[in-house]
Every structure is written in C-alpha cells, then in structure tokens.
C-alpha cells in the first residue's frame, strides 16, 4: 500500500495539513463584519419623489393639447425645449446651406 507524502512530517502530521489548518483559521477570523456600501447606499435612500412629480405633471388634466403642453409643466423644461429647438434649428441651417454649396459648386477648397 503506497501512502501519498504531503511534505515533511511533525508531531501533528505532516506540514501542508498544519499549514491548511492554520489558513482555514485565519481566514475564518478575518471575516468582514459587514457590508461596506459607498455610493449604492446613495442610490437605495434616495428620497422618492415620484408623486411630488405625478401632482405637477397631472395638474390640470394631462391632455391639454397646445394650451399647456405636459412636457413643458415642470421647472426648467422650457430651457431644455429652447436649447434642443435651437439645436434642430443649427443643424438644419447647416445642411440646407450645404446641399445648396453641392448642388452650385460654391464653397470649393482648393
């Protein structure tokens, strides 16, 4: 019968057992004893506004056409609706003025 040798022997058995013994332990101590959470606790307590938001955009009905637009009833939205008619606006400009440089041949490099 052959007998597998894990190392060198000691009183208590051979070295590698003594060693995997003494890990197992360690690292049973050096258990985290809880859970450290950085942004994610943020996330999860952010305050719920949900129906702060619902009471502003339901004021009124919601189907209210042209006269006051659902889209445009909640602080800083006419900015945002500015800013993004003005961005439309660019770049329409910009490709009318280009199809037209193709069409005549004017704006050339060159």
Known sequence: ???LFLGKKTEDGTMLGKSAA???RMAARSQPKGQKRTFIDYLTNYPD???EIKKIQNKGGT???DVNPTW???PGDIGVALFGAGL???GTINCVVGH???ATGKGKLD
């Open 72 to 74: 445009l009833k909640q």
């Open 63 to 65: 189907c209210l056409g």
């Open 49 to 51: 506004r949900v129906q």
């Open 100 to 102: 037209y440089r193709l």
């Open 22 to 24: 003494t890990a197992a």
């Open 88 to 90: 439309t606006a660019f």
């Open 1 to 3: 019968e052959k007998k």
